[in-house]
């Protein structure tokens, strides 16, 4: 890992096709397959957010999330989903870190008013991003059945053949906390397999730190 460099990036519109494939490729039973124009739709708003692996021949997908109102809801509500980071590289914290850069950009740019929660779903029997995350400051507040219409046909179903999820709720004072990281940030993620390199390429972060970090504090003061 001495090498690679680690790269965040907001996904543009004419990246989304990539983006799309690498999902593809790495579906598991636990994340929703989603379709291309749903990834196209993404990068359009400025939702879909990727990491990638800078090594000395060239560049590889690493990992994805994206920040959007919620699909499968008709009430308001944005959900931080599709988490995903390859086998190779994890363990070095930068699905959190992932997380973070989604999260903060959405309420940098464009703050969702406070009645509008920020959610994640979680396939009841999935552990692999519980810790990730409590670590970006979302709690379990219960359980969900998604309407039938939506739930792709590979997800595991209970007894009664419905699909379960934990819903997760993002605490806005949370927001603090990022607003310490990005000041405090040293160009390396950290896990529990050991530290990399890696930049973070987004507006806030290059060219208005100062004033993310503010925004950051002041929106975590929002009840
Ligand atoms: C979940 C996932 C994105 C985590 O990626 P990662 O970059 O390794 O995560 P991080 O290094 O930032 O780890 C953050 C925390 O999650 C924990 N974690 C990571 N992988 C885990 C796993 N497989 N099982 C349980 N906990 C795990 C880490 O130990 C860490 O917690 P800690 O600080 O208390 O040790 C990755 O395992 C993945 O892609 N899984 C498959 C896709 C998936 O299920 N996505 C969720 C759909 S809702």
Redesign the pocket.
């Known amino acids: 890992m001495g090498d690679t460099v680690f790269v965040i990036r907001r996904v543009t519109k004419d990246w989304a096709e990539k983006v799309f494939e690498f999902h593809k490729t790495h579906i ?1 039973p ?2 929703w397959p989603r379709d291309l124009k749903f990834f196209r739709e993404l990068a359009q708003r400025e939702s879909l957010f990727e990491i990638v692996a800078q090594i000395p021949s060239g560049e590889e997908m690493a ?1 994805v999330c994206y920040i959007t109102e919620d699909p499968s809801e008709s009430e308001d509500r944005i959900e931080f ?7 190779e ?10 997380g973070k850069v989604a999260i903060a950009s959405l309420f940098i740019w464009d703050p969702p008013s406070s009645e509008i929660p920020v959610i ?4 009841e029997k ?7 995350l409590e ?1 970006l400051g979302f709690i379990k507040t219960g359980q969900e059945i998604p309407p039938e219409e939506i739930v792709p046909p590979g997800l595991e179903r209970n007894e009664e053949g419905k699909v379960v999820g934990d819903l997760f709720v993002f605490r806005r004072a949370q927001l603090s906390e990022f607003a310490d990281w990005l000041e405090n940030f040293q160009g390396l ?1 950290e ?3 050991g530290k990399v390199s890696l930049k973070i390429n987004v507006p806030f972060f290059t060219d208005y730190k100062s004033e993310a970090i503010e925004a950051l504090r002041d929106l975590s003061r929002v009840r």
Not at 81 to 87: A, H, M, R
Not at 89 to 96: D, K
Not at 126 to 132: F, K, S, T
């Open positions: 598991t636990y994340l990992g989903g599709g988490v995903f980071v390859v086998p590289f994890r363990g070095l914290g930068l699905a959190t870190v992932l994640a779903h979680v396939h999935n552990q692999e991003p519980r810790r990730v670590q993620a896990g529990k397999k």
